[in-house]
Every structure is written in structure tokens, then in C-alpha cells.
């Protein structure tokens, strides 16, 4: 799609699936080199609970380790699991060399303090990023420790685009700990494809829509379906939806199906670019939880004196 008047074209989409694809062949290659030096990197996976998203989530999870030759444990607890209980499963994981890469999926059940949860993991296999060490080294541009896997591969997704961010007005909509906080620590920085001038929007922002419309970046991670609309976007904007939003649908077989923040079909032919809602952002979170726990696997194997390698935090 071309606008009449302009150079620029609009309405191109960000093929996540495809990104994710290709970085998980590259690690494939990388994995295979680390076997040739006795290096099998390992991700043990905790899902307490029956929650069936986050089941789906962790089976692609597993799946996706092995397929890349990797070596991929899920650890299935029942929702009745004590705090301690849990612990003591990081405990042992922490302790465990085979193992490289740690994730408790959240949310976790009521009863469980998932802070106290996240201490307990050794920052250096905490992959998800979530440790408060290394949620203190992202924010100060420390690169020696992990990135949050859905805001670092939403910021890979820029960098594979050739979207420069270098100047740009990024608008963050959502402040939590796993997207919004995270995306701005990296979008801010003194660094390549950052560079931002980043303002991150929630939902006690007096004029969501003044904001939106300003941005040559729109980063939406609210868990509304539809919440960003054509009229709140300028022309030529940059979309990345983060949401993934179960909506009842009786012309589907599930029942639902599953939408952005974005109302996709309305923003598309004003956007340069957009993820969709699947196929987007989603298969990011898994490819760049298996590059964090490689990237485990190789500063863990140097740290005993195993390879010399150094696996410093970088993009494309
Ligand atoms: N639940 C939703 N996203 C995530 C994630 O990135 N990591 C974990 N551990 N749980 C999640």
C-alpha cells in the first residue's frame, strides 16, 4: 500500500513468526557449536497450577528448546503448592549444572508471593529477566545481565525492520514489570536501536489519545482488546502489539479467539509498519527466552573456565 502524495509506504507488516524463525535457526547453530565443547544449554520450567494459556505457553516453550537441540525441562505443580514448596524446587534448580535457565511462569496462585519467588533464582540463570539485579542492571545499561524476553524481542523486531528508534517519540501504553517498565529501560538507553525518547502511558493518563498521536512509535501492552484506534495514531506511525486478549467468538470452534490491543484492521492503513495479533510479538517472547538461555549457558560455562567465549547482551 503507497500513500498518494508521499514516499512512504504504509500498512506493511512485521511478520514476528518469521523473525522468530530465523533467530531460532541461528541459535540452533550456535547450540550445535556449544555441543562440539561438552555445552548443552538447559531450561527448566516451573507452571504451577492449570491455567490453560499459560500450559500452552510452557509446551511451546519446551518444544521450542528441544527442537534448537537444547535441553528443556517443565516442572508441572499443582495450583495447591506451598511457597516453600516452590522454593525449593528453584533451590534445586539453582544448584542443578545441567541447568542454565530458569522460569517460574506467572501469574503464580494467590498464595504464593511471586517477588519471593523471583529472588530465589540465581540471577545468572534468571532468563526471564525479572530478578531485581537484573532489572537494576537493564535500567542502567549494564549489559552483562538479561533482558525481559517479550520488550527485548519487541525491540529485535525493530532492529530486523530497520526501524530506527535513534530520536524517535516512542509511546509505551502499560507499565508492568514484564512489558512496559522493561521496554522503557531499553528504549532509553545510550545504544543502538535505543536511543528513544520514550513516555509511558497507564491508565491514570489524563489523554491517552494526545499522547498516542504524537508518537512515531506506539507500543501497546494493556490486556485491552481494540484499546488503540485509527484516530489516535498519526500517519506513518510504527504499531507493536503486545496484547493478547481472549475474545468470545461463536463463529469460532474454540468459542474465542484471540486479539491485540490493536484494532488491527483500523490502524493497519495508517501504520508504516504493524505486528498482528498472532504471529506478532508472541513468538518473539519464546525466541529470545531460548537466546537468553544460551546466552546463560555460554557466561555460566566461562565463568567455570569452560569456554572463553564472552555473551554480552546485544541485538542483531
Ligand atoms: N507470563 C506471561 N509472560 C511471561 C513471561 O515472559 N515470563 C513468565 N515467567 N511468565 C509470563
Known amino acids: 500500500m503507497r500513500a498518494e502524495g508521499t514516499e512512504q509506504e504504509l500498512g506493511r507488516i512485521i511478520d ?3 523473525i522468530a524463525r530465523s533467530i531460532r535457526d541461528e541459535l540452533a547453530v550456535e547450540v550445535a557449536a556449544l555441543a562440539e565443547g561438552g555445552i548443552v544449554p538447559g531450561l ?6 492449570d491455567d490453560p494459556a499459560s500450559a500452552v505457553y510452557v509446551a511451546s516453550k519446551e518444544r521450542a ?23 525449593e524446587h528453584v ?26 519467588i523471583i529472588r530465589a533464582i540465581d540471577p545468572r540463570k534468571d ?11 537493564l535500567l542502567i545499561g549494564e549489559r552483562d545481565g538479561f533482558a525481559p524476553c517479550t520488550p527485548a524481542g519487541v525491540q ?7 526501524v530506527e528508534t535513534a530520536g524517535k517519540e516512542c509511546v509505551i501504553v502499560g507499565r508492568s514489570n514484564i512489558v512496559g517498565k522493561p521496554m522503557m529501560s531499553l528504549l532509553v538507553q545510550d545504544a543502538r536501536w535505543a536511543n528513544a525518547t520514550v513516555t509511558v502511558c497507564h491508565r491514570h493518563t489524563k489523554d491517552l489519545a494526545a499522547h498516542t498521536r504524537r508518537a512515531d512509535i506506539v507500543i501497546a501492552a494493556t490486556g485491552r482488546p481494540g484499546l488503540l484506534t485509527a484516530d489516535m495514531v498519526k500517519r506513518g506511525v510504527v504499531v507493536i502489539d503486545v ?4 475474545v468470545e467468538d461463536a463463529a469460532h470452534a474454540k468459542g474465542y479467539r484471540i486479539v491485540g490491543d490493536v484494532d488491527f484492521e483500523s490502524v493497519r492503513p495508517v501504520a508504516s509498519w504493524i505486528t498482528p495479533v498472532p504471529k506478532g510479538v508472541g ?23 569452560e569456554t572463553c567465549s564472552f555473551a554480552g547482551r546485544g541485538i542483531a
Open 91 to 116: 533451590h534445586a534448580l539453582n544448584a542443578d549444572p545441567a541447568i542454565h535457565g530458569i522460569l517460574v511462569q506467572m501469574p503464580l496462585p494467590r498464595h504464593i508471593q511471586s517477588d519471593a
Open 16 to 18: 514476528g513468526q518469521a
Open 156 to 162: 529485535e523486531l525493530l532492529a530486523r525492520c530497520g
Open 127 to 137: 532468563v526471564d529477566g525479572f530478578h531485581p539485579i537484573n532489572v537494576g542492571k
Open 283 to 305: 513468538p518473539m517472547t519464546i525466541a529470545m527466552l531460548m537466546k537468553n538461555t544460551v546466552r546463560a549457558a555460554t557466561l555460566i560455562a566461562a565463568a567455570r573456565g
Open 44 to 49: 527448566a520450567v516451573i507452571l504451577v497450577g
Open 243 to 246: 496484547g493478547i486478549n481472549r
Open 65 to 87: 528448546c528441544r527442537e534448537a537441540g537444547m535441553h528443556g525441562v517443565t516442572i508441572k505443580l499443582p495450583a495447591e503448592t506451598t511457597q516453600q514448596a516452590l522454593l
